[in-house]
């Protein structure tokens, strides 16, 4: 009864249920369940999810703001699950651009040219001009905390659809909230929004897009000591399965992941975006595996997350592999020898250097540990090694081990800062002085000047 009440409060409620059973009460009789006495809770299986919709009023109330914003904009969160066809019909009636939150990344093709990509402190800069510049906005299904990248309040009208009435309007001021479920909802704005002529806005958009992508190709091509890791995860893009599943752990491999992964139709990718609960890389690839075992899985992970309970995990995949359909299981380590979101977000925040003592990190073979276990191991030192490290990778009997050896150097930059915003990273560096520092300042400033700015020395 229990277990199915859990079950019952974890679908209703879109979260996690905790059950404790205590020794006594294992070991206990099982009730009656046809008991008709005090105390005796009875269960009925199964569960028929019911339709939740806005009112019509509403629905048109919202396709007014809609009809009236001249420079539309679309973010899409992890809500919006099986509603893809509908948005993109309806960002292609308003001319919209659309972007994503971090959760929101595999719900809509990335591919599309008026799709800015993920917004936010990791985002693109498109994402982050399109929200900019936005006079409407319409949130599907998120409840994304980078609120600073959203429009300033004030500058664009809103409108938000979720199905959890707790969070609408909590991000952004609403003018017409909705209630309901994604892509039904979507359905009933359909209903209400003509095409729109005018595609200026979209083609502005879409020249946003172009320009980040060169962007993030140079970012990722550009030379680093020894790897640039930005170029470890865009090498995989063009290689990534088609049936694949991903999984993401935290730190500076989300920017990497969010930037420069581009997942095809269908396959899911998951991360600990509102927790950030660093370690949850392995274990997540592995429940995605005992889920779904024919089906390939990559998982993205740094050198810290690797230490906490990566080692370990392996020792699972080790055990496991040899019954699943596909024993391609591929963990890609960026291995820079350091906790580099937190040195970032140190010197970017604090203005203040990168602390040896708790964010350096002790080297660890990890391609050697997994062919202890009886896996495969790659480690990578040169750019001109990783294709082939992919491609060896991906077509493995058995799971594998990528220690990618990457540069430590290379920035977390956020999109669209202006200058103030970033001084701190500059300061950082400055107070900390040696090698590392120099060359993460070069691989800064160009970055910046990417964007279009001009830094002041010193």
């Known amino acids: 009864m229990l277990i199915d009440r859990a079950f019952r409060t974890a679908l209703a409620t879109r979260s996690p249920t905790c059950v404790i059973l205590p020794h006594d ?158 892509a039904e909802t979507v359905r009933g704005l359909l209903a209400e929004v003509p095409p729109r002529p005018d595609r200026a806005w979209r083609d502005q958009v879409e020249a946003w897009v172009r320009r980040w992508h060169e962007i993030s190709t140079a970012r990722a091509t550009a030379p680093a000591e020894p790897l640039n890791p930005q170029f470890v995860v865009h090498a995989l893009s063009d290689r990534l399965p088609a049936d694949a599943q991903v999984a993401v752990d935290v730190g500076s491999v989300v920017y990497w992941y969010a930037r420069h992964l581009r997942l095809p139709r269908g396959v899911p990718a998951h991360l600990s975006s509102t927790l950030a609960s660093m370690g949850c890389g392995l274990p997540y690839g592995i429940a995605a595996k005992l889920a779904a075992p024919g089906r390939p899985v990559i998982t993205l992970t740094g050198d810290g997350a690797m230490q906490m309970t990566g080692l370990a995990e392996l020792v699972t995949v080790a055990a496991r592999w040899r019954d699943w359909a596909d024993p391609r299981f591929v963990v890609c380590v960026l291995n820079n020898r350091d906790l580099a979101e937190v040195s970032w977000e140190q010197r970017e925040m604090e203005g203040e250097p990168r602390f040896a003592t708790s964010q350096q990190l002790p080297e660890v073979p990890y391609a050697g540990y997994a062919e202890l276990l009886g896996l495969r191991g790659l480690r990578v030192t040169s750019p001109g090694d990783l294709p082939a490290a992919w491609d060896t990778a991906l077509a493995a009997d058995r799971p594998v081990v990528i220690d990618a050896v990457v540069d430590p150097a290379v920035p977390l930059l956020p999109p669209g800062r202006p200058f103030e915003k970033v001084k701190g990273m500059y300061a950082g560096l400055a107070a900390e002085g040696g090698e590392t520092a120099r060359r993460a300042e070069a691989h800064l400033r160009r970055e910046r000047a990417d964007e279009g700015y001009d830094d002041p020395a010193g």
Not at 56 to 72: C, F, P, S, T, Y
């Open 25 to 182: 009460v294992q070991s206990a009789p099982a009730p009656d369940p046809t008991a008709h006495e005090h105390g005796v809770m009875v269960t009925s299986p199964g569960l028929r999810p019911a339709r939740v919709l806005p009112r019509e009023e509403d629905l048109r109330a919202a396709a007014e703001v809609l009809r009236a914003g001249e420079r539309v904009a679309i973010m899409v969160g992890q809500g919006a699950y099986g509603a893809a066809a509908e948005i993109v019909e309806l960002a292609d009636r308003l001319g919209a651009g659309v972007t994503a939150s971090l959760l929101g990344k595999p719900v809509l093709d990335e591919g599309l040219p008026f799709h800015t990509g993920v917004m936010g402190h990791l985002g693109t800069t498109a994402s982050e001009q399109l929200l900019r510049n936005c006079d409407t906005l319409l949130l599907i299904g998120t409840n994304d905390p980078w609120t600073e990248f959203y429009p300033a309040p004030g500058q664009a009208r809103a409108v938000q659809i979720d199905i959890d009435g707790r969070q609408l309007g909590v991000r952004y001021p609403i003018e017409v909230p909705l209630l309901g479920d994604a």
